[in-house]
């Protein structure tokens, strides 16, 4: 029998949702709390085959999945995709070298650099972001010059390190919605509609989903944004524009739990499926 290792910081409803789809598959899922190992490879015992990495802390969850593939256990996502994903500017970078569709963006260290590549994008309004995030947290979007000096100021004075790297992205208007794709292993297996009156979208800021039909292009856009980045169990945020659908943000540990009822899909029992396919195929 194949056992899932679903590593957590907190069992949440995305969570409860693999554990009851690895019931009705007869899967075992081993929970592992990250928060209360020792990883310690020369006493390490695993008693699993295949790990799901479901952490809500980034940095425990990308040291946790160091660890285990240092033991040659598959952890999903991979430390490769996560990698990437983690950091919205990487995963830009990788984006755009791979031709798929994605929003024009720059990286800049100060604000004459910041009032420079604005520039360069087409001007005024511009989104800055940190590049590690998640939730729709401290994006800002940047009117005027006066609104960019005060968040820069901000930012230089309070923020860590990483909100001193300025990723600006070009605003892209959304008609009141953007799309988020869920796909698995290269499949677009479902997608919602994220509507909102803010421009900012995300259900966890109060964004309503409903279904989003799986049209070629979104599809095809999916799987090719999939692809590029190395592939696995994503989501993938989407913005519909007049010139096409364009990736915004690609993530890694999605949560979906607002999701299956309005898609008619079983997204966990999805991702359990796809743990299952890489347990066999080793």
């Known amino acids: 029998m194949i056992t899932i290792g679903l590593l957590h910081s907190t069992i949440r409803g995305d969570e409860k949702l693999i554990i009851e789809a690895a019931k009705k598959r007869g899967t075992q899922i081993k929970l592992i709390d990250v928060r209360e190992e020792i990883f310690n490879r020369k006493t390490y015992r695993c008693d699993f085959d295949v790990a799901l990495e479901r952490c809500v802390s ?21 430390s490769s995709v996560t990698s990437i ?68 100021e901000h930012k230089d004075v309070l923020g860590s390190p990483h909100q001193k790297s300025f990723y600006l992205q070009k605003y892209i208007k959304k008609p009141g919605r953007d799309i988020r794709s869920f796909v698995i292993d290269s499949i677009t297996i479902c997608a919602i509609y994220r509507d909102s009156p803010h421009w900012i979208t995300n259900t966890a800021r109060g964004g309503v989903a409903t279904n989003c039909p799986v049209t070629k292009e979104l599809s095809s856009l999916s799987k090719k944004a999939s692809d590029a980045v190395g592939g696995g169990v994503l989501s993938m945020d989407v913005f519909e524009t007049e010139d096409g659908l364009q990736i915004n943000e690609i993530n890694h540990t999605t949560e979906f739990k607002n999701s299956e009822r309005p898609t008619g899909v079983s997204i966990s029992g999805a991702i359990v499926d796809y743990c299952i396919k890489v347990a066999k195929n080793l």
């Open 85 to 152: 994903c983690e950091d919205k500017f990487v995963t830009s970078l990788i984006l755009q070298k791979a031709h798929v569709s994605t929003p024009d963006f720059a990286m800049v260290f100060n604000a004459d650099q910041a009032q420079q590549a604005i520039k360069q994008l087409g001007g005024f309004p511009v989104v800055i972001k940190p590049p590690l995030g998640s939730w729709g947290r401290l994006l800002a979007k940047i009117n005027d010059i006066d609104a960019l000096e005060t968040i820069l």
């Open 58 to 78: 980034t940095v425990k969850g990308m040291h946790a999945t160091y660890f285990y593939e240092s033991l040659n256990i598959p952890v999903i996502n991979n």
